[in-house]
C-alpha cells in the first residue's frame, strides 16, 4: 500500500513479475501512464484480491478486462481518455465491482448519466433526504429521509433513492469484520436522535449523487455525529477523524474533525452549504485526505443528509407540531375575522341587502379606481358642492372623463335617498336626464358616478361669479326650459316608470358643453301613484 506521495509525476511501478500479490493499493501518488494489460492476465495474478488506483493521473483507453472484472477494482478520479462508447462505458461503470467515477470525459454529464440510465428524467424532483447508513426515518422536522443500507465495499457506485445515489471508494485493509459492519455504522448513542445514531463511512472517498432535479439554487445540510470514537481511556478514544468536503467539485470544508466542531464524541452537529444545480444534477463528496487516524476506524463519516430547492427550504423546514400550529392559529383568526365582519356588515345589512335587491343595470367602481381617476380627490379637481357633499371631476383610465358626488356623513342625503337616486336613475335613459356610469359603495363611503358635465349646473350659469357666470341669450335660454321640460315630461307620461322628481331647481339642472341641460339629483323622487293622486305623504323638495 503506498499513498499520497508528493513530488513530479512517474510512470506504472514494473509490477508484472510479482504474480503472488493480493492487494495493490497505489493512491495520489501521482502515475502518469496508461493501466498495463498484463493486470487482467487472470493466469499471472490469479491471487489478486483488490487493485485501487483512485487520484491518479491514468491516461489512454480503459482495458476491457476492468469492465469484466470480478475483483473489486477502484479507477476513479483520473484522467483516461479515448473513451469507449457510451454503451460500454456505462456497463463498466455499472459494474459493482468497478469503481470508475470521475475517470474519463464523458458526455451527458458522465456518471451521473450512467446511473440514472436514460436521458429523460421521468420527473424532476426539488429535494431529496439520505440517512446515511440507517433505515427510512422521519425527523423531529416532519421530513422523511430515505434508508441508505446497501452494505457497499471496496469499489461500488449505486442507484438507491428516486432521484440519488452513491459511490464509494477504499478498502479498509486492517478491517475483520463483514462488509456490513465496516462500511455502516449503527451505535445507540445516548441523547443522539435515531438520524445521528447511524451513518456511513469510507476508508478514502464517498460520494453523493443527486439526479433529475429541477436546475437552481439548493440548500445543502450535511449532519454529522461522531459515533465510532469514545470519550474514554480505551484506544476508540484516540483516534482522530480528518477528512475534506466538495459540493459540485468547491471543496467547502477542509481537515473537517466531527468530534472537535461538535465538541465531543456522540455530539451531532449540521452544516449548511449553498449549491448551484446545472444540468439537474449534483454531486457531494467526502474525501479522505490521510489526515488524522490512519487505522480503523478512519475515513470520512456522514449521518445523514438533506437537499432542498432555495424556494422550498423555508416551508420544507417546518416541524409537523409547527405546521399543525399554524394551521390551527390560521383557522381561529379566520374565524375572528368572519365573525367581526359578518357584526360589521349586519350594522349595513339592510341597505346592502337593499342594493342587491335593485338589480341595478349599472357599473359598480372600486374606491381605488375613483381615487385613482380624481388623484385621490385632488382640491384641484373639485367641481362644486352641496348639502349632499363634493362633486369631483376625475378621468377613468379608458379616458373618459366623470364627475363624482361624494356623499358626506354630514349629508342631508342618507343611505335611503342613495339607494332611491342609484335606483330610479340607473332604469331612466333619456337625453335630458343625466347619465348614472355607476357607483361606489366602500365602508361608509357612498359615491355616483355620473357623466361630465362641461359647463356645471344652470345656477351656476344665471347666479355664479365672475368667469362661472354665463351670458346666456334668450334663445339658449329657451332652449334649456324646453329641454327641462322634456325632460319632466319623460319623468311624468313617456317613462315605463311614473316618476315625481320633487326637487327641480336651478343646481339641479346640469348643462353640457353645448348647453343642454339634463335633469340631475333623483335622491328625493319617488314613483307616481296614479291610484292615490289625492293623497300627499310629506312635504318635499326645497
Known sequence: RISDLNGSDSAFPPINNMTKMKILILRSCHINDTLPQYLGNKTNFND?????????????PIPNWVGNAKRPIDISYNNFSNEPPQQQSCQQIQNPTVNLFESFPMSQNGPIHCLTTTNDCPKTFNSFHINCGGERELSSE??????????????????????????????????????????IQQQNKTGLSKLYQTARVSPISLTYYGF?????????????????????????SLGRRIFDVYIQGVQVMKDFNIANEAGGVGKNITRSFPAHVRNNSLIIRFYWAGKGTTAIPYGPLISA??????STTTSGSMSTGVIVGIVVAAIVLV???VLGW?????????????????????NLFTMRQIKVATNNFDISNKIGEGGFGP???????????????????????GNREFINEIGLI??????????????????????????????NSLAQALFGNGASQLKLNWPTRHKICIGIARGLAFLHEESTLKIVHRDIKATNVLLDKDLNPKISDFGLAKLDEEDNTHISTRVAGT
Open 48 to 60: 489478486m484480491q483488490v487493485l485501487y488506483f483512485t487520484g491518479n493521473s491514468f491516461t489512454g
Open 142 to 183: 416532519g421530513i422523511v429521509y430515505d434508508p441508505d443500507l446497501d452494505p457497499s465495499g471496496a469499489a461500488t457506485s449505486k442507484i438507491m433513492g428516486s432521484n440519488w445515489a452513491f459511490s464509494n471508494t477504499g478498502h479498509f485493509l486492517d478491517a475483520q469484520k463483514p462488509v456490513s459492519e465496516t462500511y
Open 212 to 236: 433529475c432535479l429541477e436546475n437552481g439554487d439548493y440548500t445543502v445540510l450535511l449532519h454529522f455525529a461522531e459515533i465510532m470514537f469514545t470519550d474514554d481511556n480505551t484506544y476508540s
Open 305 to 310: 443528509i438533506s437537499v432542498t430547492h432555495v
Open 335 to 337: 374565524i375572528l375575522i
Open 342 to 362: 359578518r357584526i360589521y356588515i349586519g350594522k349595513r345589512n339592510s341597505f346592502g341587502k337593499e342594493l342587491k335587491d335593485l338589480n341595478l343595470q349599472t
Open 391 to 413: 362633486v369631483y371631476k376625475g378621468i377613468l383610465s379608458n379616458g373618459m372623463i366623470i364627475a363624482v358626488k361624494m356623499l358626506s356623513s354630514k349629508s342631508k342625503q
Open 426 to 455: 340607473s332604469a331612466l335613459q333619456h337625453p335630458c336626464l343625466v347619465k348614472l356610469h355607476g357607483c361606489c359603495v366602500e365602508g361608509d363611503q357612498l359615491l355616483l358616478v355620473y357623466e361630465y358635465m362641461e359647463n
